[in-house]
């Protein structure tokens, strides 16, 4: 069993190192802390696992300009929209249900890929094919 954790282990990290060698800011960081929160809740595979899903949210985020959620910030504040309440923390990488209305980014080609929406009380960034929750606008 330990061999076989090692070896997904070595293979995750074989796979995220390109990944990690393009964008050491955002990807590094989602996976380090994926991966201590894998690791919590389920030891040396939890981990793994952990640290894949943060580095793939930990991209996302790392994607996006200063400049660009600069623009976002101010875009979702002067179009505000409703908010909806969802039960469960509001995060990078959740998945937003499907009566959450989202709307586009105008004005800025950057954000023609995302949408964004109002999720109890905050503005989110989402990526609209998978309705992941990719940035949480501060």
Known sequence: MMKRILTVAAFA?????PALAQD?????????????GGAIVGGPVGAVVGGAVGAVAGGAVGSIS??????VRGYVVQNRRPS????????VGA?????????????NPAFENYRYAWVNDRAVLIDP??????YVVE
């Open 13 to 17: 990290a074989c796979a995220a190192t």
């Open 24 to 36: 050491p800011g955002g990807t590094a960081a989602g996976a380090a802390t994926g991966a201590v």
């Open 66 to 71: 200063e400049a660009d959620r600069t623009y």
């Open 84 to 91: 909806v309440r969802v039960e469960g923390p509001l995060a």
């Open 95 to 107: 998945i937003l249900p499907q009566q959450v209305q989202v709307y586009r980014v105008e004005g």
């Open 129 to 134: 094919a998978t309705r992941r929750v990719i």
